[in-house]
């Protein structure tokens, strides 16, 4: 994009989208019990999106999305919100992203002096810490999504790095706090906030995003501005990006020091029904791989090859290899398509032998460069978070 049609852009869907969502047309099964939801389109710059919640907005991505290409369309990118009260317009020419705190000079820059520093571009997947929730046994409390609360894209923006160096971080900076112009519904409610350590935010990778998939960040995916933690779940990508602050100590506010954590144990698992345990924030991805052409339930020819198609993330270091097998037979190597950088979902395919008739399981396992590799054991925690768990599904072969 140039700089003339990117302010275009930017200016253009600064002049306000508020609409009210359209009632359902269709309804998605999620697979799980209890797992229907209405389908509707209208909400401000969506396509159909399947709706957990209308307010805050709570909108999944329709499965099929993800079997049509590596890059989710903005139009049917997830959204997720803490608070009803979001940004519906943003005067993008009174606009300002403040930085304070423990920094040399406390600043607060336009759009357009954002836009001035150096670009940069970066494949990457964001997911919601409680994707698949809705798939965990027993069941746990939060917005039960099914695999849908997750979207790749090419993120274009600035360095978080470059942004703290305008305003000069002073030492004994330990992390970078960083909120939206999202607010709670009542006053002393904690302003959803979250932080990086210091040294991650100046990592060169952690960036400030102003447009996903080459065109301006939906109003609600974050308009104007958003933070991108590639390889980290999207707790922390913060929306509507507007105020960033340096601390001198460990942050203690809410959305850091209680929500948003996960045991420390392995496969950051519990026994079910576990309430004390020793937790840590959550942070990094862990690596996942689905099955996009067939769903659960599908039925497919028998006594001959089958051709499978999904997608795989490595978490935060990338796809090495994908498997699937049938049954509990040999797991059977995949054939990787394009890399896009190891923050990016990879595409695979595979041809099956011919399937025997009956109902048969086709399950996929990633292996991440890191030599990580998804397991068969349950993920379980209260907080439905940071499922990995190799993804099974039932086709009736005939
Ligand atoms: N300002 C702001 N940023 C936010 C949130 C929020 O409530 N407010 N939610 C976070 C969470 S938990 C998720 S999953 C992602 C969702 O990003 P998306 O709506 O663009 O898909 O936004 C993150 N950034
Ligand atoms: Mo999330």
């Not at 820059?109 to 027993?138: D, H, M, W, Y």
């Not at 995003?209 to 109003?219: D, K, R």
């Not at 599908?298 to 049954?327: E, H, N, W």
Request: charged residues 20%; hydrophobic residues 45%.
């Amino acid at each position: 994009m140039t700089e003339l049609s990117r302010r275009a852009a930017l200016g253009a869907l600064g002049a306000g989208v508020a609409s009210a969502p359209l009632w359902a047309q269709q309804v998605a099964q999620l697979g799980f019990d209890n797992g229907a939801r209405p389908v509707a389109g209208g909400f401000p710059e969506k396509g159909a999106m399947i709706v957990q919640r209308s307010r805050a907005p709570l909108l999944e991505t329709p499965w099929e999305v993800f079997g049509q290409n590596v890059f989710t369309p903005n139009d049917r990118f997830y959204v997720r919100w803490h608070y009803a009260d979001i940004p519906l317009s943003v005067d993008t020419n009174a606009f300002r992203l403040r930085i304070g705190g423990a920094v040399n000079k406390a600043t607060a820059l336009s759009l357009a002096e954002l836009l001035k520093l150096p670009r940069v571009e970066i494949a990457a997947i964001n997911q919601c810490s409680g994707n698949s929730r809705g798939f965990f046994t027993p069941r746990v409390a939060g917005a039960q999504w099914g695999h849908g609360a997750m979207g790749n894209a090419r993120w274009t923006g600035v360095r978080l790095k470059d942004v703290l160096d305008l305003a000069g971080v002073k030492p004994g900076a330990v992390a970078v706090r960083l909120s939206g112009l999202d607010r709670p519904p009542v006053d002393g409610a904690p302003w959803f906030a979250k932080s990086l350590d210091v040294d991650h935010a100046r990592d060169g990778e952690v960036m400030i995003a102003f447009a996903m998939n080459g065109a301006a960040l939906p109003m609600l995916n974050g308009f104007p501005i958003r933070l991108v933690v590639p390889g980290w779940y999207s707790t922390y990508w913060i929306k509507a990006l507007d105020r960033i602050e340096v601390l001198t100590a460990p942050d203690d506010n809410f959305w850091m020091a209680k929500a948003y954590k996960i045991p420390t144990a392995p496969n950051a698992s519990v026994a079910p029904g576990t309430k004390d345990f020793d937790s840590t924030p959550i942070s990094t991805m862990v690596p996942r791989s689905f099955i996009t052409n067939l769903r659960d339930g599908a039925t497919c020819k028998a006594g001959q090859p089958f051709s499978l198609v999904g997608l795989a993330m490595g978490g935060a270091t990338g796809v090495a290899r994908v498997d699937y097998r049938i049954g509990d037979g040999a797991w059977t190597p995949a054939t990787l398509g394009i890399e896009y950088g190891r923050y990016s979902f990879r595409s695979w395919t595979a041809i099956t032998p011919p399937l025997t008739p009956g109902r048969q399981m086709l399950s996929v396992r990633c292996t991440a460069s890191d030599g990580r590799v998804q397991g068969n054991e349950a993920v379980w925690n209260p907080s439905g978070y940071q499922r990995g768990t190799i993804e099974t599904i039932a086709v009736q072969a005939a």
